[in-house]
């Protein structure tokens, strides 16, 4: 059934709210999404991932879902939905949903049930147990919550604490119980016969809780017990029934285990998003970068060897993490530039790129305020710290920690147009717009045959060209000892496309191993004016990128 057309596919993230709003409300919705259709055409992706757009009280943004086959009020109905699937369908764009079920929100019915009574049928859908200490009132085990405070909340109904790894409004769900999983690949069907072309499965890692809570450490629940057979069953039930991409959102994992999960054979994951280039948050380091490019490239070269039958994801950006500029590259002088730079370094890795909304216009971090955060993970932060005995400067030190890393900064309203709240909305946005937005913006860099937006549209374009190499090319890192610039090669038989891209703002040089300078090179793509001879010893300008295609010697 698997065509795995998703090895030669880019993949867009909308993140709805945040995309278009179509009837001024100032939320992003789903006509939103079918008005920028053909812009996505243009770009040339060919699969979007739709961040949740499930009936959801959004205490975490969709994260927290009460009908799984229902639309989100706000974002509209069911029939806008089935009208924008069709319109993605018919420029031969996938549409993946995302599948949150680790949790579900309290407000869906079966957590209302469930918290009833200890006899309710829908009890044991959720992870319940008895409070420790003299009085019982104490949770189960020491375990935290993602957004503050323990994982455990106690509901007076019953005298019992629940379990939630994300906010106290997200129970977990029990999935050792049969009827949890079956109610999973029912929803799963409901969508893949609907026509969506696969999912992108939240905090799936999470799903099998260790025996015993009342003793397990915290990171026991990263693919737990059952895991493997949990999903396995869900793949046999649902998603290999269909021509489906299905992408694990995998906290926790490693590199060893990431090759167990995602073997062709092993019937689980087609590929996983891994956090080992994003969980790194110093506040020390220079530039605002969050880690040093030597740092990042040991990370990513060493997940570009992956086993033969194994497949990756690539990502530099989603709705959980900061912008990649300044992150990984500078933002200020040179932030086109580099934004152009970093495109090039992840669209010609082996495996499947994921680009997020904005990405492609080079948009960048925002300056909040304390006021204009809107996510419960910066929220909670900001109002745990005012309660610590030095509320003042904890509150300080959260706020620095905010300007870099908040999920905030990927949400700021997508930036269409140098129009009032830069054409997202005619109403008032949800959260605050970057001002930037009249530097960067989507219908200017429409016109500009320099810009960002043209350049990934370039850069896609000739992965397509391209698509045998880049898709089962060898990976051979370059230069991986180098301070300044990211650069591999690609091969496939007697060809090769050589990458370089330079990720800082000062002017270096760059020695070019001899079996890249074959003399026949071709200059595919650069973002310098004059862009750099081919010799032993490269010159790039600041943020300089290129890519050569030659073959071999
Ligand atoms: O966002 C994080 C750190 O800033 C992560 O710890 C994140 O919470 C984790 O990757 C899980 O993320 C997913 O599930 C969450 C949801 O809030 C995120 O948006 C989602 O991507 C709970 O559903
Ligand atoms: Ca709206």
């Known amino acids: 059934m698997k065509t795995r057309w998703y090895k030669d596919a880019v993949v867009y993230q909308?993140?709805?709210?945040?995309?278009?709003?179509?009837?001024?409300?100032?939320?992003?919705?789903?006509?939103g999404i079918l008005q920028k259709v053909d812009y996505l055409k243009e770009l040339g992706v060919d699969a979007v991932w739709l961040s949740p757009c499930y009936k959801s009280p959004n205490d975490d943004n969709g994260y927290d879902i009460s009908d799984y086959r229902d639309i989100m009020d706000e974002f509209g109905t069911m029939q806008d939905f089935d009208r924008m699937l069709a319109a993605f369908h018919?420029?031969?764009?996938?549409?993946?949903?995302?599948?949150?079920?680790?949790?579900?929100?309290?407000?869906?019915?079966?957590?209302?049930?469930?918290?009833?009574?200890?006899?309710?049928?829908?009890r044991d859908y959720y992870i319940w147990r008895d409070g420790t200490g003299p009085e019982k009132k104490d949770p189960p085990n020491h375990w935290r919550a993602c957004f503050g405070g323990s994982a455990w909340e106690y509901d007076e109904t019953t005298g019992q604490f629940y379990l939630h790894l994300f906010s106290k409004k997200q129970?977990?769900?029990?999935?050792?119980?049969?009827?949890?999983?079956?109610?999973?690949?029912?929803?799963?069907?409901?969508?893949?016969?609907?026509?969506?072309?696969?999912?992108?499965c939240d905090v799936i890692t999470y799903i099998s809780k260790p025996g015993d809570l009342y003793h397990a450490a915290q990171d026991e629940v990263v693919v737990g017990p059952?895991?493997?057979?949990?999903?396995?069953?869900?793949?046999?039930?649902?998603?290999?029934?269909?021509?489906?991409?299905?992408?694990?959102?995998?906290?926790?994992?490693?590199?060893?285990?990431?090759?167990?999960?995602?073997?062709?054979d092993a019937g689980l994951l087609d590929m996983l998003f891994h956090f080992e280039h994003t969980d790194v948050r110093t506040m020390f380091a220079r530039n605002q970068r969050s880690m040093s490019l030597r740092r990042?490239?040991?990370v990513l070269f060493r997940w570009q060897t992956l086993p033969k039958n194994c497949w990756g994801a690539l990502y530099y950006e989603n709705h959980d993490q900061p912008r990649s500029l300044p992150r990984f590259a500078p933002a200020g002088e040179y932030r086109a530039a580099a934004a152009k730079s970093l495109a090039v370094s992840l669209l010609f890795q082996k495996g499947t790129p994921?680009?997020?909304?904005g990405q492609e216009l080079g948009m960048t971090n925002?300056?909040?305020?304390?006021?204009?955060?809107?996510?419960?993970?910066?929220?909670?932060?900001?109002?745990?710290?005012?309660?610590k005995p030095f509320g003042r400067i904890a509150e300080y030190f959260a706020e620095r920690y905010l300007q870099r890393f908040a999920r905030d900064h990927a949400r700021t309203p997508m930036q269409w147009s140098g129009a009032p709240n830069a054409g997202f909305t005619s109403g008032t946005p949800w959260m605050k717009v970057n001002e930037n937005y009249r530097q960067i913006n989507a219908a200017d860099q429409q016109k500009d045959p320099q810009s960002v937006l043209q350049f990934y549209k370039n850069a896609i374009a000739l992965r397509k060209a391209h698509a045998d190499l880049v898709r089962d090319g060898d990976f051979l890192p370059i230069g991986e000892k180098d301070k300044n610039v990211f650069a591999f090669a690609r091969r496939l038989g007697n060809r090769q496309l050589l990458?370089?891209?330079?990720?800082?703002?000062?002017?270096v040089h760059f020695a070019v191993p001899a079996e890249f300078r074959t003399g026949n090179e071709q200059l595919l793509l650069c973002n310098a004016e004059t862009p750099p001879t081919l010799g032993a010893v490269l010159q790039l300008a600041p943020c300089t990128c290129a890519v050569w295609f030659m073959e071999t010697k």
């Open 226 to 264: 059952h895991w493997k057979a949990y999903i396995h069953e869900l793949s046999e039930r649902a998603f290999n029934r269909f021509d489906t991409l299905i992408v694990g959102e995998a906290a926790g994992i490693d590199f060893r285990r990431a090759c167990e999960i995602t073997r062709e």
């Open 499 to 507: 990458v370089v891209c330079s990720l800082s703002p000062k002017a």
């Open 296 to 298: 990042f490239k040991r």
């Open 14 to 31: 909308i993140y709805p709210r945040s995309f278009m709003d179509s009837n001024g409300d100032g939320i992003g919705d789903l006509p």
């Open 354 to 357: 994921f680009l997020y909304q």
């Open 366 to 387: 925002c300056v909040f305020s304390k006021e204009d955060y809107r996510d419960i993970q910066s929220v909670n932060q900001l109002a745990d710290a005012r309660r």
């Open 171 to 200: 129970p977990d769900l029990n999935w050792d119980n049969p009827k949890v999983r079956a109610e999973v690949a029912d929803i799963c069907n409901f969508w893949l016969q609907k026509g969506v072309d696969g999912f992108r």
């Open 90 to 122: 018919s420029r031969g764009i996938r549409v993946l949903m995302d599948l949150v079920v680790n949790h579900t929100s309290d407000e869906h019915p079966w957590f209302q049930e469930s918290r009833k009574s200890k006899t309710n049928p829908y």
